[in-house]
């Protein structure tokens, strides 16, 4: 994971509530075995002409076509975003296209995680502040807006400023580009411990 | 001590260590595996050079890919990169040691239809799973948590995971489930009423007589949508119901071990007086069945009512939410359910999929037949399911009906395999999801109970089973003579 701190970028305005996963990386694209190459495919139903999926012609309505967002690195989206299924293919879509910050008033609980193991920030403002930066960044693709992690703030250059709260931890990990695994493995010594004292328990243990 | 409730217990001991400003490291006990989310955590072991901590802790199968038509389009699958998620996790298994239920396997099945069907899901336990709809298994007072990719390999690494501490939150729901209203129609409810982000940060407990009056597999199909409402998990206290359904499985424990286990299952259920950070109450005498009529599980109604009009969103997000739900789903606000008319009928899934399901919709539809151009599949959950139906002939009463009776696997719920919606189709699905395009591009999905469902395709439009008393009589009895507790 690559550490992250100041992020100043274009934003691309979704302003829609309940944006589900099978929105953000439809099914056909979780039969691949890889973890690479999913930023293609990302709002693919939305994305590309539905008479001619196939041909990946893109639909001109949708927001991702619009050549003055391209190279936007935060997404804005309506509240509880991406929730339904857990695939994490709709976290690497998203981080694979090139987003490295997602700004929505509330976000679905196992997004949430995934989008902390890839690196994503996750921002969380009022539905009023998201409102705010939908129309600025619609009226004007090149508005620029700065995420700072570490201050916890959100600003543009035209004195709009938001603080966010952020678990201090996901935080550190963040900041720092930790790998999950590896923290988890400091405690190594209280996994062997518990296995130890429960390892035994036979109405714990999946096979008896 | 503190009362605590049913989550609490279960947390608490399981904790592995709780680092100050970290989240708590819980420790696994089962994780479930499947094709769809594994492939990455297994190369990520390889790649780091991690061996997987506990493989006797795995359990693994194909579902969300396999074909569904027959035997042998599974063991041949077409689709070569189908073909090749399911050959990697062969793979997978056999190298770190994984128990493997294959295709044809007689315990092949939905991953959340086997875990309980082994008895490997028991009260009292933590299991995960890289699927949302691992909340199933919270029907047996386990804690079962939906969980990523990244996560899937973080369990195989550890055999924990670290999680923030959930919100508690009760839904009780108190008394005689009416005539024709199910476990389905409950959970659809309540989506209803909280929304698909209504219990965000949450576990749910459900309790009340109605719950306690439910089957295993209603206390199932309960649970296995908390995801739908946003919830981290749901869970339902362990009673003589579970201990019915889980002895004598082939991973219960057995003889002294099995009365030790009821034991401790025994001490599990919230105390009295313990305290939630939510409830919620619901009468469950004024339920009825439920429809879902647009793109979120949260955009349901019941059958005497309408599609609802803009007049009806509760804020400017619902109201965009609404319009766009009405154009995808070529529906005009205040048509009577019962006048839509549906193309596909699809019964099955990890929500809808298991016996008494397939019982309750057969009693529907024996002496019937399916409606003129509507087609209509039925796809058991697991072979066990699939054996036991036709053990009792009701394979016999579909097929005669004019359904298609299928082989084990997720089939029509998802679309990752070769059952999928055409374009515009309009289907009555006893599944978990009605988000665009989920069945298959362009497909508008309709969830409903099993007996929903089979009374539609029949009429050919959505019909309200509470008028089928007299048509059906079988239904009333059948479905309460069901073994292990009343399905109501």
Redesign the interface.
Known sequence: MIPINVLTSTAVPLPLPNIDTDQILPKQFLKRIERTGYGDFLFFNWRYNLDMPEHMEPNAEFVLSNPEYKGSKILIAGKNFACGSSREHAAWAISQYGFLAVIAPSFADIFFSNAGKNGIILVRLSEEDVETLVQRSTANPHHVITINLEAQTVTDDQGFSASFEIDPFRKYCLLNGLDDIGLTLRHVDSIDTFESKHGGDFWIAPKT | MAAKTLFEKVWEQHI??E?A???A?I?V??QLVHE??S??AF??LRL?G?PLRHP??H?ATVD??VPTTSAQDRLVIV?Q??A??VN?LRKNCAEFGI?FFDVQDASQGIVHMIGPELG?T?????IVC???H?STHGAFGALAI??????V??VM????L?Q?RPKTFLINVEGELPFGVTAKDIILDIIGRI???GA??CVIEYAGSAIRALSMEGRMTICNMS??A???AGMIAPDETTFAYVKGRR????GE?WD??VA??KTLPTDAGAIYDRELHIDATTLAPAVTWGT?P?MTTTIDASVPTLDDAKSD??R??YE?AFEYMDLKPGTPMEEIRIDTVFLGSCTNGRIEDLRAAAAVVKGHHVAKKVRAMVVPGSQAVKRQAEQEGLDEVFKTAGFEWREPGCSMC???NPDILQ?GERCASTSN?N????QG??GRTHLVSPEMAAAAAIAGHFTDIRKWRDIAPTLATEQILVEGGSRS
Not at chain 2, 122 to 126: N, R
Not at chain 2, 435 to 438: L, S
């Open positions: 592995v260590v680092p400003g970290e989240p490291l420790y006990d089962l769809v989310t492939p990455q190369d990520g780091a991690r006797e802790r359990i969300h890919n689709d990169v189908s090749a998620q990697a128990e490997a028991k009260p009292g336990m933590t890289g699927d949302s691992t939906g969980i990523g990719t990244s996560e390999e973080h690494a550890t055999q924990t670290p923030s929304g698909t982000d965000t940060g995801i739908e946003g919830a981290r991973f219960a424990p057995k071990q030790a286990a401790h299952w979120s949260g997000a619902d965009k939410s766009r998802l679309g990752m374009p999801r988000f665009e395009g989920r591009r362009g």
